[in-house]
Structure formats: C-alpha cells, structure tokens
C-alpha cells in the first residue's frame, strides 16, 4: 500500500507501476491518494484511491516507455471520462472500459479517483479476445449480466487476494490461475454483451454439457489444484465455451465451484463429518482457512465454529433466540 500528498511522487510511484502518464490535480483540494497492488501472474492489479485528478498518457510518455498492455478499469464510486482514438465515453459506478497504453488517452476523474485498474500484458488479452482493439473506450456496463460478475470478481480479488509480494509459491500459483480466469472473463463479457439486449447463447448440446461439468466439479470438490484450464480440458471443451456455458446462468465456473464447495463445508459441519474447521475446509478444497471462514460466515451469516457445538446445545440456542420475550 503506498499513499502520497506530493502529486510528483505519487507520479513516480504509478508510472513505476503501470505505463507513465502526466498527473493534473483537478480544483483547488490538496491532493492526496493511496494505492493497493495484487499480482495476478502476468496481470497487475491496483485499486486507485485520489482526490480529483487528470491523468493524460501523450506521446511524450509513449516515446519514454511505449507499453505494450492494455487496460481494464473499474469504476467504483463517482464519475470518469475517458477518451482515446477519436471516441470519449463516461464511466459510471460498476462499468469497467478498456484502455491501450500503447496509444495516448486522456482520462478525467472529477469527483475523485476509485477505481480498480488491471495491467493484461497484450499477447494474453489477445490470446482471447484477438479483435481487443474493437472494444477500446467501449464500457461494458456493470448493470448486465457478465459486466456485473467481473466487476464482483475484481472487487473480491482486491479485497481477499493474496497481496503482492507476500504470497509464497502456492498462493502465487493460485494468483496466476485467478488472473487468468479473470482476463478470460473479461474477455467473454466484452463479446457477449457488445450487441445490447442480447442474451448469452448456449451452443448446442449446452445444457448437457453444463450438467457434464457441475457432475465432474461436484466429484472433485475436495481437489484444491482444480482449475479451469483442467476443467475444461478434461470435459474436451476450449475455456472460452465453458466461460460461455456458466455464462449463461450468469454465473463462472469457479464461483460456481466455490458456492459449491462452501455448500459442502455447510452440510459436512451440519452433519457432525468433522471435529475441526481446518478439517472440513481441507475435505472442501479449501487450503486457506482464514479465508474459508470468512467466506462462510458471508454466505451463511454465521461463522463455521458455530456448527461445531453439539446439537443440542444447537437446539437450545436456537430455542432461546426464539422464545419471545418476557
């Protein structure tokens, strides 16, 4: 986390960062900002808080540093205008618009700077979505469908991901599959929803595959490797049409996977199938605990502890919150 009062220094910290840009302080506020970092393999990510600022990326900062990524950013509260290549679109809370940093644009954020940024090397943008020029300065609305579910996705990762340079060799392998996951996401959003009003197609035999899937997810909940490059490979589907099939339940694959491995956790603690919360998660595919009971007290509104009581006492607590008062 790096926060900042000198406009020249904050500069310097994202230009180290990201493609160098020139920072214009908007009205008379004094400025200040904090910065939070993930890495995500090959993508970065950085949540962007600031008072009203400008940033403009011209062909003075390409010559000095040229890129060679495209941007994906979030709005988060507040209001952005971003223009590049002739075309100006306006953000709003939730949308998220594609930038290139090889090219120049101009960015304005008048009521401040919250925004969730990622860095998407270009090779694996394009191994992807190959016409990614297409939807540059395009918003792709946090009010549809997919638009939603990679704006919760992003928002997730910077609040429960494994922050830069503290993960170790698992949590960084577990990193790289999310930010992967995340650009393929992307990816099928901007294509499915760039014709508005349009619903996701299923391709043919698409419900019987899905239900091929979640069998095979299902079976393999307790596999904490379990990633969507071996989902897809071992059910003979390309990534991109299992991203299209949960798509069309509004819905990805791995959140789906994880709802389902939090409802196993649920019922195997209901059921008396484990003495410790460590075990359970373990037996869920879940490796990091911390993270698995803060999960479950999100979904269930509960913390997993409290299904480890004896039944009774169970039953006695829940005929005591229901006792009217006397």
Same mark, same amino acid.
Request: positive net charge.
């Given at each position: 986390?790096?926060?900042?009062?000198?406009?020249? @220094?904050?500069?310097?910290?994202?230009?180290?960062?990201?493609?160098?840009?020139?920072?214009?302080?908007?009205?008379?506020?004094?400025?200040?900002?904090?910065?939070?970092?993930?890495?995500?393999?090959?993508?970065?990510?950085?949540?962007?808080?600031?008072?009203?600022?400008?940033?403009?990326?011209?062909?003075?900062?390409?010559?000095?540093?040229?890129?060679?990524?495209?941007?994906?950013?979030?709005?988060?509260?507040?209001?952005?205008?971003?223009?590049?290549?002739?075309?100006?679109?306006? =953000?709003?809370?939730?949308?998220?618009?594609?930038?290139?940093?090889? $090219?120049?644009?101009?960015?304005?954020?008048?009521?401040?700077?919250?925004?969730?940024?990622?860095?998407?090397?270009?090779?694996?943008? =394009?191994?992807?979505?190959?016409?990614?020029?297409?939807?540059?300065?395009?918003?792709?609305?946090?009010?549809?469908?997919?638009?939603?579910?990679?704006?919760?996705? &992003? #928002?997730?990762?910077?609040?429960?991901?494994?922050?830069?340079?503290?993960?170790?060799?698992?949590?960084?392998?577990?990193?790289?599959?999310?930010?992967?996951?995340?650009?393929?996401?992307?990816?099928?959003?901007?294509?499915?929803?760039?014709?508005?009003?349009?619903?996701?197609?299923?391709?043919?035999?698409?419900?019987?595959?899905?239900?091929?899937?979640?069998?095979?997810? $299902?079976?393999?909940?307790?596999?904490?490797? &379990?990633?969507?490059?071996?989902?897809?490979?071992?059910?003979?589907?390309?990534?991109?049409?299992?991203?299209?099939?949960?798509?069309?339940?509004?819905?990805?694959?791995?959140?789906?996977?994880?709802? =389902?491995?939090?409802?196993?956790? @649920?019922?195997?603690?209901?059921?008396?199938?484990? =003495?410790?919360?460590?075990?359970?998660?373990?037996?869920?595919?879940?490796?990091?605990?911390?993270?698995?009971? #803060?999960?479950?007290?999100?979904?269930?509104?509960?913390?997993?502890?409290? &299904?480890?009581?004896? $039944?009774?006492?169970? $039953?006695?607590?829940?005929?005591?919150?229901?006792?009217?008062?006397?």
């Amino acid at each position: 986390m790096a926060a900042s009062n000198s406009v020249a @220094y904050w500069t310097e910290v994202i230009c180290g960062m990201q493609a160098p840009v020139q920072t214009h302080v908007i009205g008379d506020t004094p400025f200040s900002g904090r910065l939070a970092v993930e890495r995500l393999g090959a993508v970065l990510l950085c949540h962007f808080r600031s008072t009203p600022v400008r940033y403009v990326r011209g062909q003075r900062e390409i010559d000095r540093d040229p890129g060679d990524a495209f941007g994906a950013s979030l709005t988060l509260t507040g209001r952005a205008i971003i223009a590049q290549d002739g075309k100006e679109v306006v =953000q709003h809370p939730g949308d998220i618009v594609l930038f290139d940093t090889t $090219r120049p644009f101009d960015y304005v954020l008048p009521s401040g700077d919250d925004q969730i940024v990622l860095d998407i090397p270009r090779a694996l943008l =394009q191994s992807c979505l190959p016409n990614a020029d297409a939807f540059l300065c395009t918003v792709l609305s946090g009010g549809s469908k997919l638009g939603g579910l990679v704006g919760q996705m &992003l #928002r997730d990762v910077g609040t429960d991901g494994p922050r830069a340079g503290g993960a170790g060799g698992a949590d960084a392998a577990v990193a790289a599959r999310l930010g992967t996951t995340v650009v393929h996401l992307l990816a099928t959003a901007f294509e499915v929803e760039s014709e508005s009003g349009k619903s996701v197609p299923l391709p043919p035999a698409g419900p019987r595959t899905l239900e091929k899937v979640k069998a095979f997810m $299902r079976d393999r909940l307790s596999d904490p490797g &379990l990633d969507i490059a071996a989902i897809a490979r071992d059910n003979h589907v390309s990534v991109r049409a299992l991203h299209r099939l949960f798509a069309a339940e509004g819905t990805t694959a791995m959140r789906w996977l994880w709802q =389902q491995r939090l409802l196993a956790g @649920y019922q195997a603690l209901a059921a008396g199938r484990g =003495q410790r919360v460590s075990e359970v998660a373990l037996m869920c595919g879940f490796t990091n605990f911390s993270h698995f009971s #803060r999960a479950f007290r999100r979904a269930f509104g509960m913390p997993p502890t409290d &299904l480890l009581r004896p $039944r009774a006492q169970r $039953r006695a607590i829940v005929s005591a919150s229901a006792a009217p008062a006397a």
